[in-house]
């Protein structure tokens, strides 16, 4: 068996290999060798995109199960097994990458013993370890129908409306909490950040975020595996993404208007500017697009859409554990290349192992004869470790 070694295969091997030399720095000589975080900063990029950015991205899974199985949707049930896929990884992984940037990971089974009921970040953490354990179920059948165990599918099918409720009870817990760990700092957390509505404005963005990735996802895996894109599907999703925009932005406005804050935003300042940056790739840019219904019924409009829209929150969550902190700190936080090598490991093993799961596993629906035409472009990392994959399976 011969693997051709493509430029695409060769950044994912160049990128994997610096990743696990970055992860023996930061085991073998501690945080302060792998990264740039101090005592007064002591949250880093690795909470930043990682964690946050991570766990909303992973949003998919309960907002496409909640539409399905709560509002009888069912015309989205096509997209909801790459969505819980998706979220089950994306939960995978961030935990993978709290153990990075916790100062001593062998102790994170501690929050099980020694337990704070008080402390949010506690509620976080069971609500995270519980939701992961239910995904596996969600994502049991997968195997369950590769391996064709039909009594085990049943059982989990007896047990999946108490795993449809307690999925989009633990995702509505953590996604909000998330926002309740930055209450406790007024004092540090720049104003243009800090809001008493902070959870209910994580847990909406992740509502927003959650279907934006599931167009991206699902035109991702169109080009990459030659399947027909479901345009209907992707134009309902479009719709569900526009007005969650609105509602999410119609918030920030408000908040910023109860608090007297219009003014502050519009005055030029470092702090500002990333304010900017966020609103306009949050809000003004996909909104603007999504308006236009020739976007809204285009695969590229709103592939484009979903795009920026996800840039802008990702940059919203870095704004908030990052940049939000530096006026505080007193100086600018850059991060370590060995940082963004950790990350970019994780991000490639994330897209490694979707491309696993989808060819050995029925992660999506048997092809129709030909309703649409397929896509034939593919995504540069699935590209780089589908066909590996492929030569494995021969």
């Not at 709560?70 to 709290?98: C, D, E, K, W």
């Not at 990735?213 to 991702?220: K, P």
Request: proline share 5%; hydrophobic share 55%.
């Amino acid at each position: 068996m011969k693997v051709k070694l493509t430029f695409w295969r060769a950044v994912f091997l160049v990128i994997m290999a610096l990743g696990l030399y970055s992860a023996y720095v930061r085991y073998a000589h501690g945080l302060g060798a792998a990264t740039n975080m101090t005592d007064q900063f002591p949250w880093g990029f690795w909470i930043g995109f990682d964690c946050l950015c991570g766990v909303m991205l992973a949003a998919g899974g309960f907002c496409i199960v909640g539409a399905v199985y709560l509002f009888n949707v069912q015309s989205l049930h096509s997209v909801m097994r790459p969505a819980i896929l998706t979220a089950f990884l994306g939960y995978l992984l961030f935990i993978v990458g709290l153990l990075f940037d916790l100062g001593r990971p062998w102790f994170i089974w501690h929050q099980l013993i020694y337990m704070n009921p008080h402390s949010v970040m506690f509620e976080v953490g069971m609500c995270v370890m519980t939701y992961t354990t239910v995904l596996f179920f969600e994502f049991l059948p997968n195997v369950f129908e590769r391996l064709n165990w039909k009594k085990p599918i049943k059982w989990i099918h007896n047990i999946y409306p108490v795993l449809i409720v307690a999925g989009i009870l633990l995702s509505t817990l953590h996604q909000s909490s998330l926002g309740s760990l930055y209450l406790i700092m007024p004092s540090k957390l720049h104003p243009f950040w800090y809001s008493p509505a902070l959870p209910f404005f994580f847990f909406g963005s992740a509502v927003a975020v959650g279907l934006a990735m599931t167009i991206f996802e699902s035109t991702q895996s169109a080009k990459a595996y030659g399947r027909h894109l479901e345009l209907s599907v992707l134009v309902r999703l479009g719709g569900a993404l526009l007005v969650a925009l609105w509602v999410n932005a119609l918030l920030r406005f408000e908040d910023y208007l109860r608090r007297g804050m219009l003014r502050q935003i519009v005055k030029p300042s470092y702090e500002a500017y990333f304010l900017w940056l966020e609103l306009a790739l949050s809000f003004v840019i996909p909104i603007t697009l999504l308006s236009f219904k020739r976007v809204r019924l285009s695969p590229k409009g709103l592939y484009l859409a979903s795009i920026i829209s996800l840039f802008g929150f990702i940059t919203n969550r870095l704004n908030v554990s990052l940049i939000g902190f530096e006026t505080y700190v007193g100086h600018h936080y850059m991060p370590k290349w060995t940082e963004f090598s950790v990350t970019l490991m994780i991000v490639a093993l994330g897209f490694f192992l979707f491309a696993v799961a989808v060819k050995y596993l029925p992660i999506f629906p048997r092809e129709p004869e030909a309703e649409e035409e397929p896509v034939t472009a593919s995504s540069p990392v699935l590209q780089a470790v589908s066909p590996v994959l492929e030569n494995a399976g021969d």
